[in-house]
T-cell receptor, first 110, second 113 residues
C-alpha cells in the first residue's frame, strides 16, 4: 500500500518569507496529490492539488511541484502571512488507496 | 446546506458500548470516504464507497468497525465494543469521482472512557 512521508513536522518562518513543505510517496499508481490546510478545531480544506500528468501548478502565493520519477512533491508558499499559520497535510491518492502525511505545523511570525 | 455534514459532532461513551455516526455527503457526490484523525496526525483512511458499494477497506480497520451506504446517499459508521484506543476524530469526506477534490465534514469527536 501507499506510504507518505512529510517533512518538516514543524516550520516557523518570518512574515513575508517563503515556506516549503516536502512529501514523498511510495506507490507509483498514485495519480492525484492534494494539499490540505487545517486550522485548529476545523476540518481540512483543499488549498491546491496536482495530477500526475502535470509537473507544476501555481495559484497566487501557493505552488506545488511534482517529480513522478523521484516520487516526491512539494508545497511552496511565498510572501507568507500570519493567517497562513495552520497544519498542512499532503496526500497521495490512487484508485483504491489514499494516504495523508503526518502534517506540518506552520507558524508565521509577524 | 451544501456541504458535508456529520452527526453527532461529539460522542462520549463508555468502553464496551456501541456507537454509530452518520455522514451526509454533498448531494451529487458519488464517492464517500471515512477517515480517523488523532491529535498531531494526518487523516488515516478507513474505507470508501462508490455510490452504495464499499470498494475498499483499510487493513488496519478492526472487525469491530463497519460502514454502510445503503442508498448511495448518507453513510453510517458503527464501532462495536468500543475501546479507549478508538478515541479520535472521525472525518467523513465526499467527492464527485476518483481524483477529484474531497470535501471534508466537520467530524465526530469520539471519546471512549
Amino acid at each position: 500500500g501507499e506510504n507518505v512521508e512529510q517533512h518538516p513536522s514543524t516550520l516557523s518562518v518570518q512574515e513575508g518569507d517563503s515556506a516549503v513543505i516536502k512529501c514523498t510517496y511510495s506507490d507509483s499508481a498514485s495519480n492525484y496529490f492534494p494539499w490540505y490546510k487545517q486550522e485548529l478545531g476545523k476540518r481540512p480544506q483543499l488549498i491546491i492539488d496536482i495530477r500526475s500528468n502535470v509537473g507544476e501548478k501555481k495559484d497566487q502565493r501557493i505552488a506545488v511541484t511534482l517529480n513522478k520519477t523521484a516520487k516526491h512533491f512539494s508545497l511552496h508558499i511565498t510572501e507568507t502571512q500570519p493567517e497562513d499559520s495552520a497544519v498542512y497535510f499532503c496526500a497521495a491518492i490512487g484508485n483504491n488507496d489514499m494516504r495523508f502525511g503526518a502534517g506540518t505545523r506552520l507558524t508565521v511570525k509577524p | 446546506d451544501t456541504g458535508v455534514s456529520q452527526d453527532p459532532r461529539h460522542k462520549i461513551t463508555k468502553r464496551g458500548q456501541n456507537v454509530t455516526f452518520r455522514c451526509d455527503p454533498i448531494s451529487e457526490h458519488n464517492r464517500l470516504y471515512w477517515y480517523r484523525q488523532t491529535l498531531g496526525q494526518g487523516p488515516e483512511f478507513l474505507t470508501y464507497f462508490q455510490n452504495e458499494a464499499q470498494l475498499e477497506k483499510s487493513r488496519l480497520l478492526s472487525d469491530r468497525f463497519s460502514a454502510e451506504r445503503p442508498k448511495g446517499s448518507f453513510s453510517t459508521l458503527e464501532i462495536q465494543r468500543t475501546e479507549q484506543g478508538d478515541s479520535a476524530m472521525y472525518l467523513c469526506a465526499s467527492s464527485l469521482s476518483q481524483g477529484s477534490e474531497q470535501f471534508f465534514g466537520p467530524g465526530t469527536r469520539l471519546t471512549v472512557l
